[in-house]
């Protein structure tokens, strides 16, 4: 049922949730040779209408291959590594009459206990690895003002997120929408992104700033 709040109705929110073993999962995804798993994701398919939508379904086959995972790929969901990490999340939204979104995983990229959640298109290119609780998204998931009318969910503000290839994301950081993380950058463990990030740039802190880039050498090494 779609949430009221006095007179204003809220989107209606329907979900499906699915395993990697799932014969939804594999409609969904496109999965490169060499992908693993260490515990099971939590992988979750949602409509987001409005009042014009609410009688309708959800349909599995609108999210047909929006989950791509390259070779190689780490997906771990275990709370077996040194710092604390639950389960890799990663949830495609469709809103309204919009296709669904996007989720993008390149070759060789290491996700540990990562939210990700996909309005549009969250790509992550090859060789990103992810410290424990790392959050992306391309959607806050609603407007700023006017709460509780018939167009919330077309009203929702809706920017794609782009991790450039060999990128380092510390634990428990934070992605916001319409953010570029560039090539070899780094980003400090607890970091709130909501800017992007040069090639080669370290970036720390609640808002992150650039507080240094790679060395020449370092540059050199990480080719």
Request: net charge neutral; charged share 20%; with cysteine.
């Amino acid at each position: 049922m779609p949430i009221k709040t006095g007179k204003k109705t809220m989107p209606l929110y329907e979900n499906i949730s699915i395993t990697p073993e799932s014969t939804a999962f594999k409609h969904c995804s496109s999965l490169a040779k060499g992908v693993s798993f260490s515990g099971e994701p939590d992988i979750t398919l949602t409509w987001v209408k409005d009042k014009t939508y609410h009688k309708d379904y959800i349909d599995l086959a609108d999210f047909s291959r929006c989950i791509s995972l390259g070779e190689g790929a780490y997906l771990e969901s275990l709370d077996r590594v040194a710092f604390h990490c639950g389960r890799v999340k990663l949830t495609l939204v469709k809103r309204n009459g919009f296709e669904a979104g996007k989720i993008i995983i390149g070759a060789g990229c290491v996700l540990q206990g990562t939210a990700i959640i996909a309005w549009q298109n969250v790509t992550v290119e090859d060789h990103v690895t992810f410290g424990p609780g790392v959050t992306l998204m391309d959607s806050s998931g609603h407007p700023l003002l006017a709460r509780g009318t018939d167009d919330e969910a077309a009203r929702t503000p809706v920017r794609p997120v782009l991790i450039k290839e060999h990128s380092w994301i510390g634990m428990n950081a934070i992605i916001l929408p319409g953010v570029t993380v560039g090539r070899h950058a780094v980003i400090g463990a607890g970091s709130v992104v909501r800017t992007s990030v040069p090639d080669y740039a370290v970036a720390a802190g609640n808002p992150a700033v650039v507080v240094r880039y790679l060395t020449e050498e370092q540059k050199e090494t990480a080719g």
